[in-house]
């Protein structure tokens, strides 16, 4: 195992601009000149597993933002340039902080043998936590291993700073090495931009991912060490599918959430219930059938047949819904049949697309709805468990009209419960309906599985931003489901398609994500979460700010103080970059400002738990639970100590304190308040 930490020979040359170093002499002279500032300094174990925490998933991004600080004219170095300038630097001087381990292992990743595993730090990056608590650093280890153990994780420190650490233990994670380049002239700082077009973003790695992840909890994911990892990934919401398992099954991982949110005050996982809805399933069979194209395949609606050439359906009425020359789908159109004729019990097909059917496949008519209602019995039995369980969200399955949704909102009323109604927007027949169905709603689905199979699939898009559209204008929120990250059932990478496809949910202003066969039975649930967390703040970190409602509609805002306050409170955050602080008792003010999309996080503040476990669903809102006083600069105090303590934010560091909304909290009525405030400890 090489341990040389000198400069490889073959480094490229950055940059043809003048002032740009183009050999490894020169970067190292570069280096050496650079007025970098040392301090050592203690920070304490929560501050470090939060700056790892986003760092892990940075990557690239931060580390040839990191090498760009140390560039002349702010661009990003190749990663393994810094790395290799690190290592150097640290092993220089004994009394830097910084260890022998720690720099050989940073050396190493830049050998020349090494190349490779240069190259795939990124995803090693993205695919760890940082601190493995699992032990020290030990040489002899593999590579990868190493670089696991010991990554590099970086942080602007106030506007100043650099923090290098390691993980050799979560004792030693306590340690940091801490690079100022406080005096480094502006050249030297953040933020340039190259000819080439790349676009550096300022660091912020204290940048929380805004848009929400929703993840299917299933076979591969219902144990207690998944759900705990699952959660410390970026998962904010289970989602529980009641078209699988039993009411046993959903209880024990209601009641793991639950505990998980219990021990760890630092997140909130909310629990969402899919019905299962008026959905049409073939029957079980023993061993999956094996359907050729232009074969005749039948479907019958008597219980328990399983042949080579019929199976069940579990709907009666499927028989009349069905005619002749309609398209079966199954699972969504992974199979497809054409109807030829029907008797009393049997619809026959002709398979046009082949494959392999089995147990309790989905089966859709194309463009059209079944005539079930939206909610079954069995959905209302599923429903009362969720209201005996106290979860967070009902996802309403194929609802069709407003009806439904006032139906299940008056039987919620009566059980005194406050379980919020997400729609699910998958049927044929909900699509004249979207403004009051949405309307009667807390917010919406983009279920495209269904919505593909019933409508044609390329209609998907169009409806997904049309859906997004309509829920940000009324200010409710909106979750773009399946097959975002398919392939990553059966692969642990995803295609650069559904990366691309994660990208224009979280372009297109999308509250939430959500897994469901990638977490619920994959292969790889974790790594899946990894992706689309990565994914969606590093999309979050290149869009443009922009304030999310025209001026044209400034005029409405005088009839509603609260949203006029969260207007202008993001417009002073955004301009000042500075987080929001908004003390909520229902969770309205928070969700107010949400919908403006604040550039920065929105840290709100609740003193009711189950306010707070809603709120982890919105777009940039960050719920923290706390006791409020009945003295408000106490509460305000107390709020930027919590934050300063968990490193959320720092020590004069400015903020965006917002006080408005329909129930006051402290102020008179009739004022409201935006403050600026330095964060003092
Ligand atoms: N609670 C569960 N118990 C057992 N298997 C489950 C559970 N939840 C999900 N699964 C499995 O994971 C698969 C994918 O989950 P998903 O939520 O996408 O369900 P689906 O049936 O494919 O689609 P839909 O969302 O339309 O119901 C399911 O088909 C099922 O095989
Ligand atoms: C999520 C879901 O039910 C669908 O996409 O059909």
């Known amino acids: 195992m090489a341990t040389t930490m000198s400069l490889p020979s073959g480094i490229p040359a950055f940059n043809s601009q003048a002032g740009c170093l183009s050999s490894a002499k020169k970067i190292n002279e570069f ?19 939060k700056i790892s925490n986003s760092c892990s998933s940075y990557g690239n991004r931060e ?7 140390f560039s002349p004219n702010g661009v990003a170095l190749p990663i393994g340039i810094f790395f290799c300038c690190l290592a150097k630097w640290l092993l220089d001087s004994n009394d830097r902080g910084g260890s022998l381990d720690h720099a050989l292992v940073v050396g190493l990743a830049f050998d020349e043998d090494l190349k490779e595993v240069v190259s795939d730090l ?37 506007d100043d700073g650099l923090l290098v650490g390691r993980s050799a233990s979560l004792e030693e994670a306590q340690v940091v090495l801490q690079l100022s380049f406080k005096d480094c002239p ?23 991912r805004k848009t929400k992840i929703v993840c299917t909890i299933g076979p591969s994911t219902s144990s207690r060490d998944m759900i705990w990892k699952l959660a410390e990934a ?90 002749v020359g309609d ?77 439904v949704v006032h139906e299940l909102k008056d039987y919620l009323k009566r059980c005194n419960t406050d379980i919020r109604v997400i729609v699910k927007i998958e049927s044929a027949d909900s699509i004249p309906n979207l403004h009051s169905i949405i309307s009667a709603s ?12 019933e409508l044609p699939i390329e209609e998907v898009p169009l409806l997904q931003e049309d859906i997004i559209r309509r829920c940000r204008s009324m200010q409710k929120p909106v979750i773009v489901a399946t097959n975002m990250l398919e392939s990553m059932i059966n692969h642990p990478t995803p295609t650069r398609a559904e990366v691309s496809d994660i990208a224009i949910a979280v372009r297109e202003g999308a509250d939430a994500i959500m897994l469901s066969g990638e977490t619920a039975h994959g292969k790889f649930p974790l790594k899946a979460v990894k992706v689309m967390h990565a994914v969606a703040l590093r999309t979050e970190s290149n869009l443009p700010i922009t304030i999310s409602s025209p001026p044209g509609q400034f005029a409405a805002y005088k009839s509603h103080m609260g949203d006029m306050f969260a207007l202008h409170a993001t417009i002073m955050a955004n301009t000042l970059v500075t987080p929001i602080i908004v003390f909520t008792r229902t969770g309205s003010m928070a969700i107010t400002l949400s919908h403006y999309r604040t550039s920065s996080i929105i840290f709100a503040f609740t003193n009711v738990e189950r306010v707070k476990q809603r709120l982890i669903l919105y777009h940039g809102v960050m719920p923290i639970y706390m006791k409020f006083t009945d003295d408000v600069e106490e509460t305000f105090s107390q709020a930027l100590k919590l934050l300063l303590c968990k490193g959320l934010v720092t020590e004069g560091q400015y903020v965006t304190l917002v006080q408005s909304g329909a129930q006051p909290i402290w102020r008179r009525e009739s004022t409201h308040h935006i403050q600026v405030r330095k964060v003092q400890s």
Not at 63 to 69: C, D, G, R
Not at 135 to 157: A, P, V
Not at 186 to 204: A, E, F, H, K, V
Request: aromatic share 6%; proline share 3%.
């Open 122 to 158: 990124r995803s090693i990056l993205l695919g760890v936590p940082l601190f493995d608590p699992l032990g020290s650093l030990t040489f002899g280890e593999g590579i990868e291993k190493l670089l696991l153990k010991s990554m590099l994780f970086c942080t602007r420190d106030g």
């Open 186 to 208: 502006p050249s030297c700082r953040l933020g340039g931009s190259t000819d080439d077009g790349l676009r550096l973003t300022r660091i912020n790695v204290n940048a929380q």
């Open 442 to 453: 807390d917010g919406a689905m983009v279920a495209r599985g269904d919505l593909g199979a």
């Open 327 to 403: 398209i079966l789908l199954v699972d969504g159109g992974m199979m497809s049949l054409a109807v030829k004729s029907k008797t009393n019990d049997v619809v026959k097909c002709e398979v046009i697309d082949g494959g392999e059917l089995k147990s309790r496949r989905h089966l859709n008519v194309r463009g059209k709805s079944a005539t079930l209602p939206s909610i079954t019995d069995k959905d209302w039995e599923d429903i009362k468990f969720g209201v005996d369980n106290q979860v967070d969200f009902y996802a309403v399955s194929f609802v069709k009209d407003a009806k």
């Open 31 to 49: 280096f050496f000149h650079c007025p970098l500032r040392r301090a050592s300094q203690r920070v304490d174990l929560y501050r470090c597993t």
């Open 234 to 323: 970026g998962m904010n919401v289970a989602r529980l599918n009641m078209s699988h398992g039993d009411h046993a099954s959903h209880q024990t991982t209601i009641d793991l959430v639950k505990e998980y949110n219990a021990q760890c005050q630092e997140k909130v996982v909310a629990i969402m219930l899919d019905t299962k809805g008026p959905e049409v399933r073939s029957g079980d069979v023993p061993q999956p059938i094996l359907l050729k194209e232009g074969q005749e395949f039948n479907f019958t609606i008597k219980r328990g047949v399983s042949t080579a050439d019929t199976v069940s359906v579990n709907y009666d009425d499927f028989i009349n819904d069905v005619e």
């Open 63 to 69: 580390s040839n933002a990191i090498a760009a600080a």
